[in-house]
């Protein structure tokens, strides 16, 4: 090595964790009905950081009560009056972004580059979005045009929003989903991921600091039951979810028959596609964002890499020296580029479709790495000689696996790229516009980056086909799942 890096360490002082958190319904921290708790630990030491209250099904109750009760007020509120306080919520969260930035590293184990730099720009960049939203709904172009080419809609908001995110991007979902729904009159009962509860509970804290009215935000901490609990809740008008696709259908299947509205953004097998005429050294930057970012564990992750036949050695050549460079340790050392997985769990997930691989045939590269003695930890892996048949090619591994294939025609990738079940995200990598435009429009992903990956921005919708969901997040559109026009 021609250098080494000194450590970089964020100070852990930043963020205050207490021992123990309470769920937090009608505005105050409580334990939940039948005093259950669970511990929180951090991926990269497997260090418990906080014991937590686990929700049950009274606790979902009491928090839809407590949210249908707040909705009376809160709906009436004159759009610029709600936009007051989702200003001011964007304006804590910016005032508070190095605390927030620390404690989602620590609870999720990404790198506090990401989260300083990507995640919490982006949670703040979301309530001001939707803030200017709040009094401009009567012209967001919903429902019938008149005579007079305005829009007949009256939007109307729904009510109680029912909201379960995963554990990959804890505070960005949470942003997702309560930004749209506050400023369009709903109210909330959230369920943060089991994994991942801190950064929700240090939001309801944000909620009190910005003086929000009690009942309007709840967040319950919890496991899956407590979810189902929610998502089955006669009282909850519309429910938002982003996680697995099994999951996704098991919600569909309680949601059907009733008259909630419903979203879900779930898996995804992305196809990033390198055409022979790609500038090869920012493709292979985009490759390393589209599938490394958050150890992989991202919903559009490019994880599967299409190259033209005619630069494929020269790509990968480009690619394993680029994955040598990469540093993974301390999620909250500034120089770490892959921090841990996010739980034992997930770690054996991954473990096992990378060993499955290998068992059917496909070969396995990872540079020289040295992992930690303890946490969750998996080298930056790639397969080639892969086919659409194997596994790794099919399934979402959800972690940092990247699965090469080739093409020799653009109707060929397209094709491959479109033979999945899955149709969440893809990359498009050429020099012609008119490519990517003719590549772009066959498609059938709901997110095509062209020249670039993993590029988000709050006025830009975001969703799926086919089985990674329905429904938009983000942009104008996301406004009209939380509104009865």
């Given at each position: 090595m021609a250098f080494e890096y000194a450590p970089a360490p964020e100070s852990r002082a930043v963020v205050d964790i207490a021992p123990s958190y309470g769920l937090?319904?009608?505005?105050?921290?409580?334990?939940?009905?039948?005093?259950?708790?669970?511990?929180?630990?951090?991926?990269?030491?497997?260090?418990?950081?906080?014991?937590?209250?686990?929700?049950?099904?009274?606790?979902?109750?009491?928090a839809v009560r407590a949210a249908r009760k707040a909705f009376a007020t809160w709906s009436a509120l004159p759009g610029s009056e709600r936009a007051k306080y989702l200003f001011r919520i964007a304006r804590i969260i910016q005032e508070r972004s190095r605390e927030l930035a620390v404690l989602e590293t620590l609870d999720n184990g990404k790198p506090i580059k990401e989260t300083r730099d990507a995640d919490l720009p982006l949670v703040a960049a979301h309530f001001f979005y939707y803030a200017g939203w709040a009094d401009k709904l009567d012209h967001a172009g919903f429902g019938r045009r008149t005579t007079n080419g305005h829009s007949g809609a009256n939007p109307r908001p729904l009510g109680v929003a029912g909201q379960v995110i995963p554990w990959n991007f804890p505070l960005l979902m949470l942003a997702w989903k309560i930004a749209p729904a506050l400023a369009t009159g709903n109210t909330v009962v959230l369920k943060p991921a089991e994994t991942t509860p801190l950064s929700a509970l240090f939001f309801a804290d944000v909620c009190r600091q910005a003086g929000l009215p009690k009942g309007v935000v709840n967040i319950l901490p919890g496991y899956g039951d407590a979810?189902?609990?929610?998502?089955?809740?006669?009282?909850?008008?519309?429910?938002?979810?982003?996680?697995?696709?099994?999951?996704?259908?098991?919600i569909a299947r309680t949601v059907a028959g009733t008259s909630k509205k419903l979203t879900l953004e779930l898996g995804g097998k992305g196809a990033n596609i390198v055409f022979d005429d790609a500038p090869i050294d920012q493709a292979v930057e985009g490759i390393v964002t589209g599938i490394f970012f958050n150890q992989g564990q991202v919903c559009c992750a490019g994880s599967r890499l299409l190259v033209q036949e005619s630069v494929h050695d020269e790509l990968l050549d480009a690619l394993k020296r680029r994955l040598a460079t990469l540093r993974l340790g301390d999620p909250l050392d500034k120089n770490t580029d892959i921090g841990a997985i996010n739980s034992a769990e997930q770690l054996a997930r991954i473990t096992a479709l990378a060993d499955r691989g290998e068992a059917e045939g496909a070969e396995r590269w990872s540079p020289a790495c040295e992992l930690p003695t303890s946490g969750y930890w998996f080298a930056?892996?790639?397969?080639?000689?892969?086919?659409?048949?194997?596994?790794i090619a099919?399934?979402?591994?959800?972690?940092?696996?990247?699965?090469?294939?080739?093409?020799?025609?653009?109707?060929e990738a397209v094709a491959k790229a479109n033979n999945t079940q899955y149709g969440l995200s893809a990359g498009i990598w050429t020099e012609k516009g008119s490519r990517i435009l003719a590549v772009a429009g066959k498609l059938r992903a709901g997110v095509i980056w062209s020249n670039t990956f993993n590029k988000f921005d709050p006025t830009s919708p975001f969703g799926g086909y086919k089985e990674s969901g329905f429904g938009r997040e983000g942009g104008r559109h996301g406004l009209e799942a939380y509104l009865d026009v």
């Amino acid at each position: 090595m021609a250098f080494e890096y000194a450590p970089a360490p964020e100070s852990r002082a930043v963020v205050d964790i207490a021992p123990s958190y309470g769920l937090f319904i009608d505005g105050e921290f409580t334990e939940a009905a039948d005093g259950k708790v669970f511990k929180t630990v951090s991926p990269s030491t497997e260090e418990v950081l906080s014991e937590v209250a686990q929700a049950g099904e009274a606790d979902v109750d009491r928090a839809v009560r407590a949210a249908r009760k707040a909705f009376a007020t809160w709906s009436a509120l004159p759009g610029s009056e709600r936009a007051k306080y989702l200003f001011r919520i964007a304006r804590i969260i910016q005032e508070r972004s190095r605390e927030l930035a620390v404690l989602e590293t620590l609870d999720n184990g990404k790198p506090i580059k990401e989260t300083r730099d990507a995640d919490l720009p982006l949670v703040a960049a979301h309530f001001f979005y939707y803030a200017g939203w709040a009094d401009k709904l009567d012209h967001a172009g919903f429902g019938r045009r008149t005579t007079n080419g305005h829009s007949g809609a009256n939007p109307r908001p729904l009510g109680v929003a029912g909201q379960v995110i995963p554990w990959n991007f804890p505070l960005l979902m949470l942003a997702w989903k309560i930004a749209p729904a506050l400023a369009t009159g709903n109210t909330v009962v959230l369920k943060p991921a089991e994994t991942t509860p801190l950064s929700a509970l240090f939001f309801a804290d944000v909620c009190r600091q910005a003086g929000l009215p009690k009942g309007v935000v709840n967040i319950l901490p919890g496991y899956g039951d407590a979810g189902a609990a929610l998502v089955a809740h006669p009282d909850v008008n519309k429910v938002a979810f982003t996680g697995s696709t099994a999951v996704g259908k098991e919600i569909a299947r309680t949601v059907a028959g009733t008259s909630k509205k419903l979203t879900l953004e779930l898996g995804g097998k992305g196809a990033n596609i390198v055409f022979d005429d790609a500038p090869i050294d920012q493709a292979v930057e985009g490759i390393v964002t589209g599938i490394f970012f958050n150890q992989g564990q991202v919903c559009c992750a490019g994880s599967r890499l299409l190259v033209q036949e005619s630069v494929h050695d020269e790509l990968l050549d480009a690619l394993k020296r680029r994955l040598a460079t990469l540093r993974l340790g301390d999620p909250l050392d500034k120089n770490t580029d892959i921090g841990a997985i996010n739980s034992a769990e997930q770690l054996a997930r991954i473990t096992a479709l990378a060993d499955r691989g290998e068992a059917e045939g496909a070969e396995r590269w990872s540079p020289a790495c040295e992992l930690p003695t303890s946490g969750y930890w998996f080298a930056p892996t790639l397969f080639t000689n892969v086919t659409q048949a194997h596994t790794i090619a099919r399934d979402e591994i959800f972690g940092p696996v990247l699965s090469v294939l080739t093409f020799r025609t653009p109707d060929e990738a397209v094709a491959k790229a479109n033979n999945t079940q899955y149709g969440l995200s893809a990359g498009i990598w050429t020099e012609k516009g008119s490519r990517i435009l003719a590549v772009a429009g066959k498609l059938r992903a709901g997110v095509i980056w062209s020249n670039t990956f993993n590029k988000f921005d709050p006025t830009s919708p975001f969703g799926g086909y086919k089985e990674s969901g329905f429904g938009r997040e983000g942009g104008r559109h996301g406004l009209e799942a939380y509104l009865d026009v």
